[in-house]
């Protein structure tokens, strides 16, 4: 079957052919592309499908380099705190799913932000305890990075105060009781977290397939997901998504990263980066390397500024860091490595020349704080920096009081990086952030919330329109080593395309809000068609 695109604006981000009205598909590739007369004339045979675009505009399929889709999954089930903006506020929606809960269930919730509260802090253990007095609560900050939970959480996980607490985390004490406040910093929220029960198989596979379908929904066709930690390891992460994008026929293309314990794992299956088909594929090993600017646990080569004793969180010492390198590398793994601190990316950069390259490009996830020096080294043939630029509205203004004005004018630096030739690719982090893909563009070239009429945080570092959906697509593609079939709109790649209800190469930045998805392509088929808001792929 062909299938020919037509009446369209599509930007390829090919400067061999840098425009086109109209592209033809056959078998799930780009076969031509050109003028709507020329391609209509060529190949509009009675039995070929033709779709017309009605004069919208087009780029290559979107790409979300980093998120969660376990997450975004689970995050469905569990209370949504992201639009909380007061201690009281976060109190009452807990009273109200707890005063509905039987005693002894667990209460989720994800996506508090205390900097967002006008009034307040954050809630004590003891206002947990009186909101919830039967009921466990475990709630996961915005980044990920902190969790906040009651007593009876600490209860079941056998809390005491000799208790052995996984290396990089932290069980934060009152100054003055020595008894804990309900926060729990990195790796010390599993302590919590392994007692809470798994879901069974099918209601993860079902959640996650609502996930799948709202990202082709937001436009993407590509992500890059690490999820082992929320879906059961490796062999039942890796059957989820085979069934649902090899068996089901959902349309989304999925890269997995494996989270560094299951490298063993990977091995003895005999999988590698690049493993699977177009659909499904195993991507780099994921480490973590620090924390966050939020919960002041990001690694910093000088003390925080609002807290000066304080230089954040090395998750693990060189001599770990090296052990898990080399078990990544005797697998013939990439490595992509959670970086925001300075300190942090410079240890990894350090670690990584100990090391040989492998046939796939490594990447630093975040690289939120870079200092010139750093900007320099990351200009290499085989790293690409992961970039979040929705960041900057979840983390200005209140990051330059944290590490202060002029480390700041070093956070987020996009533009520098592209300009420096760093390789860059754009992604969400969801649900840390938003999932949609043209809030993050919008972020990329406004450095500023929607809401907010400023010129910007530091706006020498905006994107113009062209860099940012760049990032977001052929910068997709090179953070997998795909960019010989994806990325572009180009003869012989995969016909994967986004359809936009306005042009956003000709429109001023802030209408990148009010432009929808009208369509998602994806191996040549729609997956998504706005308007009775339809998924349809089955491919």
Request: hydrophobic share 35%; glycine share 10%; proline share 5%.
């Amino acid at each position: 079957m062909t299938t020919i695109f037509t009446n369209g604006r599509f930007y390829t981000f090919d400067s061999s052919q840098p425009m086109a009205e109209s592209v033809v598909v056959r078998d799930g590739r780009i076969v031509d592309l050109g003028s709507h007369r020329e391609m209509l004339l060529q190949w509009g045979r009675p039995e070929a499908n033709v779709r017309d675009l009605d004069g919208k505009m087009v780029t290559p399929g979107l790409i979300d380099s980093h998120l969660h889709l376990s997450s975004i999954a689970t995050k469905m089930l569990s209370m949504d705190l992201g639009n909380i903006t007061s201690k009281d506020g976060m109190l009452q929606m807990i009273k109200e799913r707890a005063d509905q809960t039987p005693a002894g269930e667990w209460l989720q919730g994800r996506g508090w932000d205390e900097n967002r509260f006008v009034e307040g802090g954050l809630p004590s253990i003891e206002e947990l305890d009186h909101v919830s007095p039967h009921c466990p609560v475990l709630l996961t900050r915005v980044c990920g990075h902190v969790v906040l939970v009651n007593s009876k959480a600490l209860e079941i996980a056998g809390y005491s105060a000799d208790m052995d607490i996984p290396a990089g985390g932290t069980v934060v004490l009152d100054p003055q009781t020595q008894k804990p406040t309900g926060l729990l910093l990195e790796t010390a929220s599993n302590i919590v977290q392994r007692h809470i029960p798994e879901l069974t198989y099918e209601q993860l596979k079902q959640v996650l397939k609502q996930a799948i379908q709202l990202a082709m929904q937001c436009g993407l066709t590509s992500v890059h997901t690490e999820d082992l930690r929320g879906l059961g390891g490796l062999d039942q992460t890796w059957k989820l998504y085979d069934e649902l994008l090899n068996g089901e026929g959902l349309g989304l293309r999925c890269n997995l990263l494996i989270y560094y314990p299951h490298v063993k794992r990977l091995v003895e299956r005999g999988m590698y980066a690049g493993y699977g088909n177009e659909k499904l594929q195993i991507g780099a090993v994921k480490i973590f390397a620090d924390g966050s600017f939020g919960g002041r646990t990001a690694y910093l080569s000088v003390p925080y500024t609002d807290d000066p004793g304080n230089v954040g969180s090395e998750i693990h010492d060189e001599e770990t860091l090296y052990q898990l390198f080399k078990k990544a590398r005797d697998a013939k793994m990439p490595i992509a490595v959670h970086t925001i601190g300075d300190q942090a990316l410079e240890n990894v950069l350090d670690m990584l020349d100990k090391f040989p390259t492998v046939a796939y490009r490594d990447r630093m996830i975040h690289t939120s704080l870079l200092r010139p020096d750093l900007l320099e080294r990351l200009k290499s043939p085989s790293i690409v920096a992961d970039i979040q630029p929705r960041f900057v509205v979840g983390d200005f203004p209140w990051v330059a009081e944290r590490i202060g004005e002029t480390r700041a004018q070093q956070a987020y630096i996009w533009k520098s990086m592209l300009n420096a030739g760093i390789m860059c690719a754009g992604g969400s982090d969801a649900p840390v952030e938003p999932l949609e893909p043209l809030l993050g563009i919008h972020a990329a070239v406004s450095r500023r919330a929607p809401e907010d009429r400023h010129e910007g945080y530091y706006p020498g570092e905006n994107l113009t329109m062209e860099e940012a959906l760049r990032i977001f697509t052929y910068g997709g593609a090179l953070a997998t080593n795909e960019e010989a079939v994806k990325g572009t709109i180009s003869r012989g790649k995969y016909a994967d395309m986004t359809v936009y209800s306005k042009d956003l190469l000709q429109v001023e930045s802030d209408e990148v809000l009010s432009t929808n998805i009208e369509m998602t392509v994806i191996n040549g088929e729609v997956c998504y068609e706005r308007g009775g808001n339809k998924n349809l792929c089955e491919i």
